[in-house]
C-alpha cells in the first residue's frame, strides 16, 4: 500500500448474549453485510472474566459494571471483526443508540429491543468506539488477528 490507500479500518462488534439467545446473529450479521462491510471474523465465543475486565476496563467502579460482566456471562457471544471505509462509527450508526428504549427506529437496537424488563445492558450488541478501542479489542477477542 502506498500513502494514497489508508489501511482498511476494522471494527469488533460482539452480539451480546441476549441477542445469541433470541436467534438475531444471522440479522446482525446480514445487516453489516447490506451495508456494504466485509465479515474478516467471525466466531461465537464464551467470553472469559479476564477477557471482560480488559474489554470493558473504562467502566471499572461504575454502578452497572460488575451486572454487565455478569451478563456477559451469561451465555455465548458472537464475536465479529468487519472492516470498511468508516466502520468503526458507521457500525455504532446502525447499532443505535445504548438504550434500546431510546434508539431510532431503523438501527439494530430500536428494531429488536430488548429482553424488556432487564437492564440497558442486554442491548444486543457491542461495538468499538475508536481506532484504539477497535485495535485493542481485535486483540483481545481474537489475538491471532
Ligand atoms: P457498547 O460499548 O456495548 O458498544 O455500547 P456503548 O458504547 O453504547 O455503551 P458504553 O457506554 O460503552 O457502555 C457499555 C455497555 O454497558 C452497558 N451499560 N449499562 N446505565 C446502565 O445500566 C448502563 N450503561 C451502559 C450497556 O450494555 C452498554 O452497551
Ligand atoms: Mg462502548
Not at 17 to 35: N, T, Y
Not at 76 to 103: C, K, M, N, W, Y
Not at 118 to 144: M, T, Y
Amino acid at each position: 500500500t502506498d500513502s494514497t490507500t489508508p489501511a482498511p479500518e476494522r471494527t469488533l462488534v460482539l452480539v451480546k448474549p441476549d441477542g445469541v439467545r433470541r436467534g438475531l446473529s444471522g440479522e446482525i450479521l446480514r445487516r453489516i453485510e447490506a451495508k456494504g462491510y466485509t465479515l474478516t471474523a467471525v466466531e461465537l465465543k464464551n467470553a472469559t472474566p479476564e477477557v471482560l475486565a480488559a474489554h470493558y476496563a473504562e467502566h471499572e467502579g461504575k454502578p452497572f459494571y460488575a451486572p454487565l460482566v455478569e451478563f456477559m456471562l451469561s451465555g455465548p457471544v458472537l464475536a465479529v471483526v468487519a472492516e470498511g471505509q468508516g466502520v468503526i462509527a458507521g457500525f455504532r450508526s446502525l447499532a443505535g443508540a445504548t438504550d434500546p428504549t431510546a434508539a431510532l427506529p431503523g438501527t439494530i437496537r430500536g428494531d429488536l429491543g430488548r429482553d424488556w424488563g432487564l437492564k440497558v445492558q442486554q442491548n444486543l450488541v457491542h461495538g468499538s468506539d475508536s481506532v484504539e478501542s477497535a485495535e485493542r479489542e481485535i486483540g483481545l477477542w481474537f489475538p491471532a488477528l
